[in-house]
T-cell receptor
Framework: GQQLNQSPQSMFIQEGEDVSMNCTSS?????WLWYKQDPGEGPVLLIALYKAGELTSNGRLTAQFGITRKDSFLNISASIPSDVGIYFC???????????????FGQGTILTVHP | EPEVTQTPSHQVTQMGQEVILRCVPISNHLYFYWYRQILGQKVEFLVS??????SEKSEIFDDQFSVERPDGSNFTLKIRSTKLEDSAMYFCASSEAWGLGGDQPQHFGDGTRLSIL
């Protein structure tokens, strides 16, 4: 099946620093999404990307859909303590593919922010 | 903001017993999903459901599992004869649309923690 490789696995940063994480895939996805998961809760959608090359921002978060449709990155600027959590990328095939909306998730990036 | 709700938040069951996990998707959503997350691992797709039938299922979703939309609001996952390895967080998700006409992102509930003893 399709696999997403997400890196880094974990990051320890100081408050105020910028953060970057990325996902790569051996196969094409037509939609890339970034979710954040806090302990004991479900994934919460941060950014959805639908078009190759698209760059989208949501506050301090910026994500890009790679031109090849096989990768995506997420940047967090000026990190704050509440950014702590696990960040997941997820890919979706989209219409015309062999799946019906199924999300394939990366392994997650654990972010720790020191005040 | 509308949200996906799941009950119970934690279910403890003896191995071999049947469990039913319940979800109330967002009201105008048409596509429903179940995922699971074993402790410390990534989220894995189980099944998608649309128009009262399964659209796709993963290898994990074997004959032990079934899904149902018994009425206009609930979406359930049943696990028959549970095994120790079924212990995981189970997440329900829903989306307004998928495919031609515009993909819409999936929104997740907070999950049910299933512990099999």
């Amino acid at each position: 099946g399709q696999q997403l490789n997400q890196s880094p696995q974990s990051m320890f940063i100081q408050e105020g620093e910028d953060v970057s994480m990325n996902c790569t895939s051996s196969s094409i996805f037509n939609t890339w999404l970034w979710y954040k998961q806090d302990p004991g809760e479900g994934p919460v959608l941060l950014i959805a990307l639908y078009k190759a090359g698209e760059l989208t921002s949501n506050g301090r978060l910026t994500a890009q859909f790679g031109i090849t449709r096989k990768d995506s990155f997420l940047n967090i600027s000026a990190s704050i303590p509440s950014d702590v959590g696990i960040y997941f990328c997820a890919g979706q095939e989209g219409a015309g593919g062999t799946s019906y909306g199924k999300l394939t998730f990366g392994q997650g990036t654990i972010l720790t922010v020191h005040p | 903001e509308p949200e996906v709700t799941q009950t119970p938040s934690h279910q403890v069951t003896q191995m071999g017993q049947e469990v039913i996990l319940r979800c109330v998707p967002i009201s105008n959503h048409l596509y429903f999903y179940w995922y699971r997350q074993i402790l410390g691992q990534k989220v894995e797709f189980l099944v998608s459901f649309y128009n009262n039938e399964i659209s796709e299922k993963s290898e994990i979703f074997d004959d032990q599992f079934s899904v149902e939309r018994p009425d206009g609001s609930n979406f359930t996952l049943k696990i028959r004869s549970t095994k120790l390895e079924d212990s995981a967080m189970y997440f329900c998700a829903s989306s307004e649309a998928w495919g031609l006409g515009g993909d819409q992102p999936q929104h997740f509930g907070d999950g049910t923690r299933l512990s099999i003893l």
